[in-house]
């Protein structure tokens, strides 16, 4: 099963890096085409307008909203997870308005713009998680279809609404690849 990548800015090189170490086919997603055969999609992390304002120049906006609705697995990570999310707290930038997540951008403080921590994350068993915040985001607030996966003095930072993931940090830029695999194990794209 191939999965595509969001490639019009950001993090693109490290998650199809980490999909390829895990032995997944994986497309670069430039325009609607790219969409089709495609058994998941990845949104890295950029600059959350810069991306919206790019999806619907090319075209991207409606056929990603779309596939989102009828079930395509998509996994949002930093900007994936503010273009995943309904409720963008005092922003009118373009999303893709799926998931049922009230998001606070770059929300840490100058102080911990960018910061990395051990994080215990259940659904992954094991060790702790080396989670990685660049400017990030988090969700303040979830409806009753979204699965909390990891939260952090009260900060909601990986969550799951059907067949929608979103993390708040950046698992493409460590080597640990458990999240990479949640994603293709949870939704049979392995
Ligand atoms: N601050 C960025 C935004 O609002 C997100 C940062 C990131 O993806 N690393 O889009």
């Known amino acids: 099963m191939k999965v595509g ?10 998650h199809r890096n980490m999909l390829h170490r895990l032995g997944v086919e994986t497309v670069d997603v430039l325009n609607p085409q790219d ?10 992390g950029g600059e959350s307008t810069t991306v919206g304002k790019l999806m619907a120049r090319y075209g991207l906006l409606t056929p990603v909203a779309e596939a989102g609705r009828a079930g395509l697995p998509i996994f ?38 960018s910061f990395e921590a051990d994080m215990p994350i259940p659904a992954l068993g094991g060790r702790p998680f080396h989670a990685i915040f660049i400017r990030a985001p988090y969700i303040a607030k979830v409806g009753n279809a979204v699965t909390v996966l990891l ?33 293709m194990a949870e939704f049979s794209l392995a």
Request: net charge negative; glycine share 10%; with cysteine.
């Open 5 to 14: 990548i969001l490639a019009l800015q950001g993090a693109v090189r490290e």
């Open 35 to 44: 969409l089709h055969g495609i058994g998941g999609l990845i949104l890295p």
């Open 76 to 113: 949002g990570t930093c900007t994936g997870l503010i273009l995943l999310s309904k409720h963008i707290n005092n922003s009118a930038q373009l999303s893709l308005g799926l998931m049922d997540t009230w998001v606070e951008r770059n929300a840490f403080g100058r102080q911990q713009a």
């Open 151 to 183: 939260r952090h003095e009260e900060k909601i930072l990986f969550a799951r609404q059907g067949n929608l993931l979103a993390a708040a940090f950046h698992p493409e830029l460590t080597d640990d690849t458990r999240i990479h695999e949640y994603f």
